[in-house]
């Protein structure tokens, strides 16, 4: 019969494994960075995380005034930790690039975005 210890031991790496053991990934870059501006009419944007994405299973989103204005679909030859996408056409204002990014490894979402201005 296992004793106390062994089934408390049990009890906490069972808790510990799995979702609850997974830890969200960290953006290292992205372009453009926080309250940049950006010129030109192509826009490449990119988010570099701290461990390979699933690129099909992520997406790049710009908003403005809170709505979506493009949804950009992440490159699949991207290197395996950046979501990469090109856009052009945009008008000249103020922007949120969101981003939600699954992990390769164990598929947990990390979400967020950076504020910018294209002139």
């Known amino acids: 019969m296992p004793t106390r210890s062994a089934c408390r031991l049990a009890a906490l790496?069972?808790?510990?494994?799995g979702p609850a053991w997974?830890?969200?990934?960290r953006v290292l870059e992205s372009s453009p960075s926080a309250r940049s501006?950006?010129?030109?009419?192509?826009q490449d944007f990119f988010v570099r995380f701290d461990r390979p994405v699933?690129?099909?299973?992520?997406?790049l989103l710009l908003l403005r005034d809170g709505a979506v204005v493009r949804s950009l679909a992440p490159r699949l030859g991207a290197s395996p930790e950046t979501l990469y996408a090109a856009a052009?056409?945009?008008?000249?204002?103020?922007?949120?690039?969101?981003?939600e990014?699954?992990?390769r490894a164990d598929g947990t979402v990390t979400a967020g975005g950076l504020d910018f201005e294209l002139r």
């Open 54 to 59: 699933d690129h099909g299973g992520s997406r």
């Open 37 to 42: 501006t950006m010129d030109g009419n192509r």
């Open 101 to 103: 990014a699954r992990s």
């Open 22 to 25: 997974a830890e969200t990934m």
């Open 88 to 99: 052009g056409g945009l008008p000249p204002g103020r922007y949120t690039l969101r981003w």
């Open 13 to 17: 790496l069972l808790a510990l494994s």
